[in-house]
């Protein structure tokens, strides 16, 4: 069983530390410079209005020579919509991807989605597909820290953020 935890203190709070963005926003410099190991982690970011699928984060990664990818978790409450937003998220050639060992397979390839120095993939929204579908989740989680281990030690490592508000996943360190 997957913990997934709620955090009461942050449900509907209308005001944020400004500290958080700045955390959050050193925390996401500091993996693209190589400072910090790549990993899964949860991205604790501030709620804001108009936060989620905030594409910021991509240009930042894009101009370190990371290659972003954004899995837009409200898609996907269950295993075969994630493994339909994979595809289309990272863009897999037809037919790859389409089951989990398939997707395993791919998230370790990546030939087509070339990076300078590495892949950073955020997923927002992950607390539905934790809620609906917990061993599809448990599998996303195991397949993202096979993934991230298989990119470690090569040019162009991996890392996964977990984008939680108020929400956290227990084993999952946190990042900011």
Same mark, same amino acid.
């Given at each position: 069983?997957?913990?997934?935890?709620?955090?009461?203190?942050?449900?509907?709070?209308?005001?944020?530390?400004?500290?958080?963005?700045?955390?959050?926003?050193?925390?996401?410099?500091?993996?693209?410079?190589?400072?910090?190991?790549?990993?899964?982690?949860?991205?604790?970011?501030?709620?804001?209005?108009?936060?989620?699928?905030?594409?910021?984060?991509?240009?930042?990664?894009?101009?370190?020579?990371?290659? !972003?990818?954004? &899995?837009?978790?409200?898609?996907?409450?269950?295993?075969?919509?994630?493994?339909?937003?994979?595809?289309?998220?990272?863009?897999?050639?037809?037919?790859?991807?389409?089951?989990?060992?398939?997707?395993?397979?791919?998230?370790?390839?990546?030939?087509?989605?070339?990076?300078?120095? !590495?892949?950073?993939?955020?997923?927002?929204?992950?607390?539905?597909?934790?809620?609906?579908?917990?061993?599809?989740?448990?599998?996303?989680?195991?397949?993202?820290?096979?993934?991230?281990?298989?990119?470690?030690?090569?040019?162009?490592?991996?890392?996964?953020?977990?984008?939680?508000? !108020?929400?956290?996943?227990?084993?999952?360190?946190? &990042?900011?």
């Amino acid at each position: 069983m997957i913990a997934v935890a709620r955090d009461p203190a942050d449900a509907g709070r209308a005001n944020h530390r400004g500290d958080d963005d700045v955390d959050a926003n050193r925390a996401l410099d500091e993996l693209t410079a190589g400072r910090l190991a790549p990993g899964v982690y949860q991205w604790r970011t501030p709620p804001a209005a108009g936060a989620l699928g905030d594409a910021a984060w991509t240009e930042r990664a894009g101009e370190a020579g990371w290659r !972003g990818f954004h &899995l837009d978790g409200r898609r996907a409450s269950d295993s075969g919509e994630f493994l339909r937003l994979c595809g289309e998220t990272f863009g897999f050639p037809e037919g790859v991807g389409t089951t989990w060992e398939a997707l395993e397979g791919a998230l370790t390839d990546l030939s087509w989605a070339p990076a300078e120095h !590495g892949y950073m993939v955020l997923y927002e929204s992950w607390s539905e597909l934790a809620e609906d579908d917990q061993p599809a989740f448990r599998a996303v989680l195991d397949l993202f820290a096979g993934a991230v281990k298989r990119w470690r030690d090569t040019a162009t490592p991996m890392t996964v953020l977990l984008s939680s508000v !108020g929400v956290e996943v227990a084993g999952v360190p946190r &990042l900011a």
